[in-house]
């Protein structure tokens, strides 16, 4: 390839990676989408109240934190394997026990999770979508966890998932129990 043609080719790129971003960008805007929390709103610090049952307004909410999720980071969604993130309904200003995370290549929805067991640790490098403006810090996690949840089907689930997988879930439920992982 001649030096004209490459750098002809990396302009095009460059152009065609800002168009797309600039799509979603524009997409996440007009969505329906709900802002995620930032810290220090009060609400991130409250314990989240069970759901009674799962009904068509959980489902929504679900589908509604999944797309947030989807705009948020397109690339780890594109990329199934690297799907590692999560959110919780706090984090969207629902005080209910909801969370969706990104596991094992695939997005779980737990409703009412309860974690049973937790074996092992190790330190999880983690960062919050609510808390922005917060580095990366070192958190100890469990390297094990056996969760309990129901899913959007109201059934019972069991979830095992081990260091990362683990680390996110204990993260997402901390959220759902009013603790931030500055907080350690």
């Known amino acids: 390839m001649h030096k004209r043609q490459f750098i002809k ?3 095009y790129g460059f152009a065609g990676i800002t168009g797309v971003m600039g799509l979603l960008k524009y997409f996440h805007i007009r969505s329906t989408a709900l802002p995620i929390v930032s810290y220090p709103d009060p609400i991130l610090r409250r314990v989240s109240g ?8 959980i ?9 947030i999720l989807k705009t948020r980071a397109p690339i780890d969604f594109f990329l199934k394997g690297s799907l590692c993130k999560g959110l919780s309904a706090p984090q969207i200003g629902i005080q209910k026990r909801l969370m969706v995370c990104g596991l094992h290549g695939a997005l779980e929805v737990l409703v009412n999770p309860e974690i049973l ?4 640790s190790y330190e999880n490098s983690e960062y919050c979508l609510s808390l ?36 996110l879930i204990e993260h997402e439920m901390d959220h759902l129990n009013g603790v931030l992982y500055i907080d350690y």
């Not at 069970?50 to 307004?57: A, T």
């Not at 067991?117 to 092992?120: A, D, E, L, P, T």
């Open 50 to 57: 069970s759901v009674s049952f799962v009904n068509d307004e």
């Open 117 to 120: 067991i937790k074996k092992g």
């Open 59 to 67: 489902i929504s909410l679900a589908n509604n934190m999944i797309g």
């Open 9 to 11: 080719a990396g302009i």
């Open 132 to 167: 922005p403006d917060f580095p990366t810090r070192m958190v100890p996690r469990s390297a094990y966890v056996k969760v309990r949840y129901r899913n959007l089907q109201d059934q019972e689930q069991i979830l095992v998932a081990t260091k990362g997988s683990a680390g």
